[in-house]
Each structure stands twice: as C-alpha cells, then as structure tokens.
C-alpha cells in the first residue's frame, strides 16, 4: 500500500517543503522554484485527477494531459475566487488554495486507494492447503535449501558477486539512447546561450546617455538634474547650465562608468509674480566639447518662495563614480 | 503500451495501410527519438546561430533558420509517415520533443524580455494583477485583457509561489500550455480517429498552422486558452466515450465542464469556436450516432458552455462584444466592397515601408493555401464516401470554414479574422488532411517515395504557414531599429527612458506617445498611456501637425495629457506596421512620407512646455501647464 501511494506521499513532501519555504521567506532559488511550477501547474490536477478516476481506466498520456489541465483550471478558477475574497492574490492564499486542493485531493485518493485494496483483499482467492498424502507433513522432504548470500566483509567472493551484480546492471544500461540524448540537450542549451547572449551584446552594443531636468514638486524654483549612462565604456562630460540664454552654472568634469547616474539639485532665485526665465542644461562629451549631446528646459514662472543664492547639493545617493 | 493500441469502443476505426515499410521497434519502445531530438536540436542551434547572425545584419543568418526549422520539422514528420507500427510512446515522445523545440524556436527570436504588442498588452495585466492583489484593473493597451484574466492568474500564481519575474513565469505557463496543446492534439485525433498512426499525423500537421510557431507561442490569452480548448474537446471526446466505467465517464464529464468555464474566463474568441464545435458536433452527433448518450452529453457540455459565455458577457457588461464587434464588421463590410469592386484588395506580400516579400518565401505561403485547398478534396469525398463517426464529420465540415476565412485575407480588416480564425479551423483541417494522405489511398504509404513526398509536402505546408503567419522577414528576424516595427523598434534607450519615467514622474501619468514607446510607457513606465481604443482619442496631430494650434490644444486637455514622449526616430522612415501611433490615425497604410522631425519638436517652441528628458532619440516634455490654461 506504501509503495502504491508513493506518489502522494512525494506530493505532501512537495507542498509541506513550499509551505516551509514561503513560510520562512527564502526568496527565488532552485527549489523554490521547482517546488512552486509543480504547486502551480502539476500537483493540483495530479491530485484531483487521481482522485476522481481509477489508475487503470486512464492511460499514462491521458494523465498528463489531465494534469496539467485540471491544474490550469484550478489556477485560473481558484484565482477567481482568491480575488473575491479579502486576501486577494497573494502568495499566502495561492498557496493556501493550491496547497489546499492538493492535499485535499491527495487524502481523498488515499482513502479511495486503501478502501480499494482492503476490498481486493477481502476478494482475493486463498487457496486451502489439502494434504492428500499419507505422509504426515512434518514427514516431508525437506525442500532444497537455497543458496547461501555471499559472506559480508571484504573478500574476493563479495567483490565477484558486487563486480557480478554491477556488470548485469550496466548491460542493462541503454548507452546509446543516454548518449545521445545527452547530446541533443547540450546542444539544445548551446542553441539557448548562443541566442541569449546574441540578445544581451545587442542590447549594449548602443550607448544610452539621458538627460534631465525636473522641478521640485514642492519647492518650484529647486531643479533636479540628473544624468544617466548605459555605455561600453566610461565616459567624461560636461554639463552647463544657462538662464534667459546667459551662462549660469557648469559641472566639469563628470565622470560616468559604463552604467551609472549622476544627479544634482539646483534651487534657483525666486522669481517676482508674473515673471518667468528659461532655464536650460546642455550635456557635452569630452571628446566633441562644441557639440551638445543632450538639451533640456524649463520655464519657472514667479510667485515662488525668494531665495537669495544660487544652492547646489549633489544628491548622495547615485553618484557612484562621480567627480562632481 | 504495445505499438498502434488504440482506443477502442465507440469510434469507427479507420482504415489502416495493411503493411509498413521499415517498421523497427528498438530502443524499448522510443525508437528513434533520441537521434530526431539530437536533429531537433541541431535545428534550433541553426536557427539560434541565425537569429545571431541576423542581429548583426548578416544576410547568412536567414537561411540558417529556414534550413533549421526544415530540420527539426522534416525528420520527425517523415518518421510518423514512414512506420505504421511505431510505438505509441515514440509518437507522442516525438510530438512533444517538436513541441518544446518549436516553442523555443519563438522564445529565442527575442529572449530577454517581450516583444510583440500582445504580449506587452498581458504583462501590464499581469503587472497590475502583482501591483494590487486583485483583477479588472483598466489596462489602456488592451482593454479586454482585465476581464479576460485567465493567463495572468496562472502567471501570477507561479510568480508568487517561485518569486520568478513575471516575464519567466509567463515563460513557464506558456510552455507548459504548450506541453499540454502537443498532448491534447494527439489524444483527439486518437480518440475521435480511432487512430494512433492518423493522430500522429494529424497533430504534426495541426503544427503546420500560420500561427502557431510565432503567434501561438506569445504571451497572450490565445495561447493558453487554445491548448485548454483542445483538452477539453479531447475530455469531451472521452466522456461520449461508453466503454468506460460510469465513475470514468462521470470524471470526464466534469472535467470538460470545468475545462470549458476555464475557456470562457481564459479568451472570448476561443470559448466562442469552442462552443460552435462543440455545437456542429452535437448536430453531427444526431444527424450519425445509434446512441443518444452521445448527443446528451455534447448537449449538455454546450448549454452549460453557452450558458457560462452568457454569464461572462453579462459580467464584463459586453465589453467582448464591443471590442470584437467593429472588428468583425469593418472586415465584412470591406469584403463586401471589394467582391461589388468598389476597393481595392489588400496589397499581398508588401509591407508598408515598402519591402516585397522574397519570390521563394511567396511562392512556399501560396503554394502552402494551394496544398490545403487541394489536399483536403480526397479527404472530404472519403469522409462523403465512408461512415465517420459524429466528431470526424464535425471537424470535416469545421474545415471548409477555411475557405471563407481566406476571402477574408484580401481586405485590410479582414486578415485579422482569418488569422485568428486559422488555429481553430485546422483542427478539421488537420484531420482532413492527415485523411487525405493515410486513408484515400493506403497502399501508397507502402512505398517510400510516397512517403517521401509526404513528408515534403507537410515541410511546404509548414514551411508556408510561418512565411504566412509571422509577416515579413523584419517581423520575423531580430536585428537594427527599424520605424513602426514592433519588435524591432524596441531598443535600450526607449527601455530606459521609461524605466526614467517610472521612477522620476511616478506612475500612473497620462502619457501620449507612438505605438511602441506607448508600449513601453505603459509597462517599464507603470504609466497610463493614451489610446485611441481606451480614450477614443486619437492623439496622433500632436506629433504630426507642424505647428501647434488649437486642435493640438484641445486634444491634450480632452485626454488629460501631462507628457509627451516624441521618438524622434520616427522621422527617419515610414512605418512599417502602416501606422506610427494606431490604425485610427488619418494617414494609416497610406502614409507616403515620414512625419516631419519639425513637427516632433515643434514643443521646443512653446514656453510653457518644458523639455524635461532627453535622451538623443527620445524626448519627453511636460505639457502640465498647457492643462491649467497658462
């Protein structure tokens, strides 16, 4: 009944291991991940198709398919209900549904298959042993005694029958087909590394430089600036900063590794009501100084909070690499 | 399992050829899968090697991949015609394995992240459904994908339980939707044939489908509610089934009931073919079967269908309907004036930035209808001529809806009908066909150059289909930025600029911009996009009109509009999908040149619009102080 009920059991061990990694939080890993396909795509219509039909009256292939579909449904039908419910679609709730149905499903199937087999034995044949010889039993020759296990402890004896043993399981060992479809899958991963590591050189083979600049929400005469890269190589920069068309502030050198940002926060004079000034940055490369890379601006418009001084703070935090 | 065991019971069995040529079994019953694999995968090395090669422009990179799919297409169709007596697991171990190559085959074209439209339009699903814990969210892209969910429940499911991204576990439930297409197909054919040898056949041919290598295996709801439609019509084919015990038939029964529900929440237009098969079946059922249970059974699986579909339409007040609807009619209507020759049909084989489809690629997609159209005649005058039971009858009259379905092709608005129409329709197409070729004339199969003819002609219908189904080669091949192409307009800098917008504006901003920035906007950016479907507004002036005037005004106010995003890219060339922003804009398929660079930066001009990013091609501008009447 045990070995019968194998599978139920590798089922239980499954959602009890999900529910212990969710529980303690292990976030994406091997396991985790293996573990949460099958909770989500396998055991639930393993489970339930189990339940519902006899082992013999559905063929292996209509397993499968009944596997996976019924553990669609219950996914796509569960979840319907999950988002009625205050919880919503969370991982505690999937896990409660699915791992729910699963063991549900699995108790059901073991009730089935113990009563099952509880009824085959009651029906089963017992033959009745009728000595029909005068020879009273304990009078019988005695049966030929089998053959003795080889000896534990290292002999030659014990190492000819483990040589014996090892020999016929590897004769039994289909080498070719092993062979050959271990092949097929090194060349099919070959085939995923190539293409995926064609989509990622293409991908930062073009160098990305954006810039910005955004007024502060609260403050409207304080201005964001930031630069960003995405480029094969570090690069230098300058950026420059004009109000009404007149120079106003510059940053000189910057300095960006291959994929980094630069930010910076300028409050400016406030402006009298009814007044405004075109404030503008111009991002340029060291290596073409006369040529404006990136070209930003803003209006302010007055009525903001008067400030007296030009201030400007170099945010703290992204400015990895960065020679302001 | 023995070799050939078929089902058996209810269902007429087909005719067999009386002998096999070079029927071996080995292997322990696999065959040869291990070697067709190790072809397989060969193939797909080829045609990952190509999609390389094409990244760079390489012009070696395209051959690559057709001789590639031709390898892992052609041996293992050529190995379910050739042995009659093949065992029943290297059958399905066969189909499977040209299964999970021709999913690979989609995967690689761009694997890092989507591509398509569709599948931007379900991540933003999914990506709200992650955000709130909770469905229906508005979706601007596609505003039936919310009410459509199935997909993303499924994604959200293996993303929360495996702390996957939902793009991986998008990944993993189309693939495993795809394990179970592979195995569904085959159990229907088998069941309702009679067949494993037809079944095989059949299912291989079911591949051969426009749609199903590219479109098929995308992440949108098609592609997991046409597998679960296959299952339960396969469920349903097994609970008509009366050789079976009643606790079976009872198990089947519910299965394909809940299997239907699941359709109707996964995809409108697939619970709608599901329920019209189901219904020429229940017909046919009447009109051919002695017993009634079948007939019962296949009335009850469509009432309660049709009642569910109902129920879903009354929920999601109609909005399938409305979506749908213009669809459907824009398509007849546009049929109807091109056979009153009154317009003009759909130029074939051209795209809209004026590339003409390679003559080898147009002949193998024609030549591909023409073998369907020609090869199904001696599979429907056999199915005429013999007494098929009610689901072959059924599927043989659900193919001559092919014919139809391809009128539809010559008008603008019809290809989207007829494509959509093609995955349900070769379910009887690949029935008839594999009818045609195993069942007409039996003894053919006995001699290997017919076999060998076969296998050729399944490779051009295969071979076709793709060229037809997955557009013109820049559609088909990653490589350089190209104006209006979908997947190959999307690059780093737009990826990052909406990555800046997310984390700098916030999300949730109303957002115009073109078709693919729209896109990206809308899912890296976590931003609301404007479109013509959602907002029936059609944004477009603001990026193509030179100067900006009072129309541009009060689109942005009507939509709410607080940035614009202006690729300027799209200046350099025409687009090639025919439109720049949606089908909705004025000079759609018909645009001769490309919008003016002046008229995307005519914001520059305006004082109260402030340039706020730019990254060299894309620029963003803060039109918030347009919307207050400054």
Known sequence: MVRESLDLLCIMLIVAGEFILVGSGIASGPVNILFGVLLALVLPGYALSAAVFRMRGVRTAERAALTLGISLSVAVLGGLVLDALPGGLETQTWLFLLGGVTVVASVITLWRRTRHAAATRILEPHPIALTLSATPQEQAPPEEAPPEPPRLGVNRETAASILKMLQQVLRRVPYRPLLISGLAVAVFMSGIVIAVNGAIAQQTSVAVTQLWMLPDKNAPTTLHLGIHTEAAQPMEYRLALSVNGASYSSWNPIFLATTDTWEVSVTMPALAPGDEEQVEADLYRADHPDTILRHVSVTLSGGAAPTTTPTVTPSPAPTKGTKP | ?630
């Open chain 2, 1 to 630: 399992m023995s070799a050939e065991a078929v089902p058996q019971g209810t269902i007429e069995v087909l005719a067999l050829p009386p002998a096999s040529i070079g029927a071996r079994t080995r292997g322990g019953g696999w065959g040869y899968l291990p070697e067709l694999s190790l072809l397989g995968a060969v193939g797909l090395l080829m045609v990952a090697v190509g999609y390389t090669r094409s990244r760079a422009s390489e012009g070696w990179g395209e051959p690559l991949f057709w001789w590639g799919l031709v390898l892992i297409f052609a041996p293992i169709v050529f190995r379910l015609f050739v042995i009659q007596t093949l065992d029943r697991r290297e059958r399905l171990g066969l189909l499977l394995v040209l299964q999970v190559l021709l999913y690979f085959v989609r995967m690689l074209q761009y694997p890092l992240a989507y591509s398509s439209f569709d599948e931007f339009a379900h991540w933003r699903t999914a990506q709200d459904i992650a955000a709130t814990g909770h469905l229906f969210q508005d979706n601007s892209l596609l505003t039936i994908s919310p009410i459509y969910p199935g997909l993303e429940l499924v994604t959200n499911a293996v993303s929360d339980l495996t702390g996957l991204s939902t793009y991986l576990s998008g990944r993993i439930v189309v693939g495993f939707a795809h394990l179970l297409l592979a195995l569904a197909l085959y159990l229907l054919f088998e069941r309702v044939t009679g067949s494993a040898r037809l079944a095989g056949i059949a299912a291989a041919l079911y591949m051969t489908n426009p749609h199903y290598v590219f479109f098929d295996a995308q992440y949108a709801y098609e592609s997991i509610a046409l597998p679960m439609a296959v299952f339960v019509l396969f469920v349903a084919a097994r609970a008509v089934h009366l050789g079976d015990t009643l606790r079976t038939r009872l198990g089947f029964i519910i299965a394909a009931i809940i299997g239907v529900w699941t359709v109707v929440v996964m995809h409108h237009l697939t619970s709608y073919a599901l329920m019209g098969f189901l219904l020429l079946w229940m017909l046919a059922s009447l009109l051919r079967s002695r017993r009634t249970w079948d007939s019962v059974s296949l009335g009850i699986f469509v009432l309660l269908g049709l009642a569910s579909v109902a129920f879903w339409l009354v929920y999601t007040q109609s909005r399938a309907l409305g979506y749908l609807g213009p669809v459907v009619t824009s398509a007849v209507h546009q049929l109807q004036l091109i056979l009153a020759g009154e317009a003009a049909t759909r130029q074939l084989f051209h795209d809209y930035g004026g590339d003409v489809t390679p003559l080898w690629q147009r002949v193998m997609a024609s030549g591909s209808v023409g073998l369907i159209l020609v090869g199904i005649v001696p599979g429907l005058y056999w199915i005429w001529r013999n007494r098929v039971n009610a689901a072959v009858l059924a599927l043989a009259v659900w193919a001559l809806l092919y014919i139809p379905s391809q009128a539809l092709r010559l008008s603008q608005a019809g290809i989207e009908v007829a494509d959509r129409a093609t995955e349900f329709i070769f379910l009887g197409l690949a029935t008839v066909l594999a009818i045609s070729m195993t069942q007409v004339r039996p003894n053919v199969l006995t001699r290997r150059v017919a076999i060998w003819a076969l296998s050729i002609l399944a490779t051009v219908l295969f071979i076709g289909g793709i060229v037809a189904g997955s557009g013109p080669d820049w559609e088909r091949f990653p490589g350089p930025f190209l104006v209006s192409a979908d997947a190959r307009s999307l690059t780093q800098e737009g990826i990052s600029a909406a990555e800046w917008a997310s984390v700098n504006l916030g999300p949730g901003q109303r957002v115009a911009t073109d078709r693919v920035n729209s896109v990206l906007m809308a899912t890296y950016g976590r931003q609301r996009v404007i479109t013509s479907l959602d907002d029936n507004i059609d944004a477009s002036p603001l990026f193509t009109s030179l100067t900006f005037d009072d129309t541009d005004l009060n689109i942005l106010r009507d939509a709410h509009i607080g940035y614009l995003v202006a690729d300027l890219r799209l200046s350099t060339g025409l687009p090639r999908r025919g439109f720049y922003f949606s089908e909705a804009e004025p000079d759609a398929f018909f645009y001769t040149a490309p919008i003016s660079r002046a008229a995307l930066t005519k914001f520059d001009d305006l004082s109260n619009v402030n340039r706020v990013f730019d990254s060299g091609n894309i620029v963003i501008y803060d039109t918030g102080a347009l919307l207050n009447g400054t």
